[in-house]
C-alpha cells in the first residue's frame, strides 16, 4: 500500500474533542473522510490510513477524486499567522 503522503497533497484538519478525549482528524477536501487518535500523532496516523482507503474506494468504484488544493485552503490562515507577525515587528524611524 502506497503513503498517502507520496500520492497526493490534501490538507489535514486536527482537533481536540473534550467528549471523545481524543484528536479527530478531518480530510476536508475528501467528503466524509475522518479518523480519531488519543494523541496527535495517532490521528495523523490514521487520518493518512483514512486518505488512502478512501481514495483507493473511489478508484475501484471509478469515483472522482478531487485534486487536492491543500495550499490554497490554508493560504488565508498563513497569511494571517504572517500579518500578525510583521505588525509586531517595531519599524526603524
Not at 490521528?43 to 485534486?67: E, V
Not at 490554508?74 to 509586531?88: N, Q, Y
Amino acid at each position: 500500500m502506497k503513503k498517502v503522503s507520496n500520492m497526493h497533497r490534501y490538507a489535514i484538519e486536527l482537533l481536540y474533542s473534550p467528549e471523545d478525549e481524543g484528536y479527530i482528524a478531518v480530510a476536508p477536501e475528501l467528503p466524509g473522510c475522518s479518523a480519531f487518535g488519543h494523541d496527535e500523532e495517532e490521528a495523523l496516523r490514521q487520518i493518512k490510513i483514512a486518505m488512502d482507503l478512501w481514495i483507493q474506494t473511489a478508484t475501484k468504484d471509478r469515483r472522482d477524486i478531487p485534486k487536492p488544493v491543500g495550499k490554497a485552503i490554508l493560504k488565508p490562515f498563513v497569511d494571517g499567522i504572517a500579518k500578525k507577525k510583521r505588525s509586531r515587528v517595531p519599524q526603524a524611524s
